[in-house]
């Protein structure tokens, strides 16, 4: 069974970045969508960052500006940078792939392979 694994958040302060990393041994980041989603507490899971096999992204719009989605195929590793944070962005984030070759408007039940999450917790 295919699990992705997600690592780098922590506890940062308002105005400061993160950088989560993801990846599998079991699994091409290469072989279609690949995304980061965050659930914050009393709230539903939601796409922060999506980027299918042609490198095209999306952001959500909370996001737009101060996150960069990247993929690293060398190191068969998924990246979301994120700058500016504010408390808002507190949540758990996790990355998700879905076998198909566009992101664009992928509903989040045709991702099938899961990270277990990585608590990111912005401080005002």
């Known amino acids: 069974q295919v699990q992705l694994v997600e690592s780098g958040g922590g506890s940062v302060q308002s105005g400061g970045s993160l950088r989560l990393s993801c990846g599998s041994p079991r699994y091409n980041i290469r072989n279609g969508c690949m995304g980061w989603f965050r659930q914050a507490p009393g709230k539903e899971r939601e796409a922060v960052a999506t980027?299918?096999?042609?490198?095209?992204?999306n952001y959500a719009d909370s996001v737009k500006g101060r996150a960069t989605i990247s993929r690293d195929t060398a190191k068969n590793a998924l990246y979301l940078q994120m700058e500016r944070l504010v408390p808002e962005d507190t949540a758990i984030y996790y990355c998700?792939?879905?076998?198909?070759?566009?992101?664009?408007?992928?509903?989040?039940?045709?991702?099938?392979?899961w990270g277990q999450g990585t608590q990111v917790t912005v401080s005002s």
């Open positions: 980027i299918d096999i042609n490198s095209s992204t």
């Open positions: 998700a792939a879905a076998p198909y070759a566009s992101c664009w408007r992928l509903p989040t039940a045709k991702y099938n392979y």
